[in-house]
């Protein structure tokens, strides 16, 4: 063990006498660029959360809009216009001011169809942005948007520099990006490492932060590290200070460990899922996918690749989540002679060889999926099970650094990523409406009656309604089998015990987020 850890730190170039005043942090996946309204990518969004701000932060429950760069706001009665209030003492790292014409920009920028924004979306349908003050934006909506505040919270919606992106051009969030977050964008080594450094000037944390700034470390550095053996050694050997991609079949062995933390991000709603590209013929067939889905053992997974730290997944919001519909628990039963059934009625019948065929053609699908080590391994995992009933799964993993780009090209049957989430309307929202084809709508489902009842849903007025259009949207995607739920997954950070401060944060897998209470 002694051996693998020195090892490690130097494959890393990790130094045991590293500055106090730098702060490391532990990735296993890299982002393709950190320009966050071009993106759905996690990696991007939990570097974009520390070095740019929305106006509203979200609270640690997970479902409460507070104040961030506006201070407040008013709703008028017909839920169309919101009246934002701004702080007047916050800067760029650039040391630019922060303005109302800052916030028009960004989110003009944002529904601009030349920046192809795939969560454009999530800030709602916009009739018109206006500043009549450096300190006030009157954001005007075509229609109401019952979750814009919540929504608001996403990185998506953080506040953009002109003159940063203007300056880069095509650069920008990958040469450098300008924010108003605690630290500032410094460097980027594509799947190497990620350099950030302390806002000097940064006081305007939120509420749920005992420290609103600055943060505690002249310079944070976040190196990716792909493999999961070298990610145990360095956290178990004290090289890094923190990392929220720990190997969950390790988090046993670090919880047991003394020199370590482990805190688990409450409440946390991350969904392992396979989605269905419904255009393809191989999978056009609702009685196919349904198959494929009743025929894995959701649990066996959990226990055995997870070790106990992910729930089975039998739908596709998490029960704890907002406006879940608990009539979609008894939709997806496992059950494989069931699955063999459906086949049989879908006119694919076993070969020669055991695998199934139609036409002349064999059942196997094309499988896109991220190539980290719970990817792989739940992929093969399913692939056996599936071959039990005469599919034969054919995998193709991608780097995190293209996976996007590659699931973007659609040249598949099948696709995986894990998804977070904040509550049922946003994930529905995010992959069911029709304008959201061809990503994040990668199933490129089109439907009148999903779009009428997203659309319902998002302009409700009171809860009631919002509640039962989003109901209807998961009764109706859940029947039609879209995707294959497998893991609700868990979210663990762990720390060295001489950093304190670390509380994970639940949104969108960032955990660290802010990082303004962490010291050592």
Not at 200 to 213: C, E, H, I, L, Q
Not at 272 to 288: I, N, S
Not at 383 to 412: F, H
């Amino acid at each position: 063990m002694i051996r693998t850890v020195l090892a490690v730190a130097f494959a890393l170039g990790i130094s045991a006498s590293a500055s106090a005043q730098t702060l490391t942090l532990m990735k296993g996946i890299d982002a393709p660029h950190y320009d966050a309204q071009r993106t759905t990518w996690g990696p991007t969004s939990d570097i974009v959360n520390m070095f740019q701000d929305t106006l509203v932060a979200l609270d640690w429950d997970g479902r409460t809009p507070i104040p961030y760069l506006a201070k407040s706001w008013t709703v008028s009665a017909d839920g169309k216009t919101y009246t934002f209030k701004l702080r007047d003492d916050v800067s760029f790292c650039s040391g630019k001011k922060f303005t109302a014409e800052d916030v028009v920009y960004s989110f003009k920028r944002l529904k601009d169809p030349a920046t192809k924004g795939p969560y454009a979306w999530r800030a709602g349908n916009i009739k018109e942005l206006r500043a009549p003050d450096p300190y006030t934006v009157e954001y005007e909506l075509q229609e109401p948007y019952s979750e814009l505040l919540l929504q608001l919270t996403m990185f998506t919606n953080v506040i953009h520099n002109k003159e940063s992106v203007e300056a880069l051009g095509k650069d920008y969030g990958i040469k450098g990006a300008d924010g108003t977050g605690p630290w500032c964008f410094a460097s980027w080594q594509p799947r190497t490492e990620i350099a950030l450094k302390r806002h000097d000037a940064y006081k305007w944390g939120p509420s749920m932060y005992k420290n609103k700034g600055p943060v505690k470390f002249e310079k944070l550095v976040v190196k990716i590290v792909p493999e999961d053996s070298s990610r145990v050694a360095a956290m178990m050997s004290g090289q890094f200070d923190i990392t929220h991609q720990f190997p969950s079949q390790f988090i046993a062995q670090a919880k047991a460990a003394p020199m370590l933390t482990v805190s688990e991000a409450k409440p946390n709603f991350q969904l392992l899922y396979y989605g269905f590209k419904t255009t393809r013929p191989m999978v056009a067939d609702r009685r196919v996918r349904e198959a494929m889905s009743i025929a894995i053992n959701r649990a066996e997974i959990a226990k055995a690749i997870l070790q106990g730290n992910a729930d089975p997944a039998y739908t596709f919001v998490d029960p704890d989540a907002l406006d879940f519909d608990p009539k979609t628990k008894d939709i997806v039963k496992e059950d494989i002679e069931r699955a063999k059934k459906l086949l049989d009625e879908a006119g694919w019948k076993p070969g020669a060889d055991g695998v199934r065929e139609k036409d002349g053609e064999r059942l196997a699908p094309k499988i896109y999926y991220t190539a980290n080590a719970n990817s792989a391994r739940v992929a093969e995992a399913i692939q056996g099970y599936l071959r039990k009933i005469g599919v034969d799964w054919r995998l193709n993993p991608w780097d995190s650094t293209i996976s996007s780009v590659k699931m973007a090209e659609q040249d598949y049957e099948i696709w995986s990523v894990t998804v977070p989430y904040l509550s049922a309307g946003d994930l529905m929202n995010i992959y069911f409406d029709s304008h959201n084809i061809p990503t994040p709508n990668r199933m490129n489902w089109r439907d009148a009656e999903t779009d009428e009842w997203l659309k319902q849903g998002r302009s409700a007025l009171t809860e009631a309604d919002r509640i039962k259009y989003y109901a209807l949207v998961q009764q109706k995607v859940t029947k039609e089998h879209l995707w294959m739920p497998v893991l609700n997954i868990n979210m663990h950070q762990v720390a060295n015990k001489k950093i304190t401060g670390a509380r994970p944060h639940m949104i969108y897998q960032n955990t660290f987020y802010k990082g303004l209470d962490v010291t050592r």
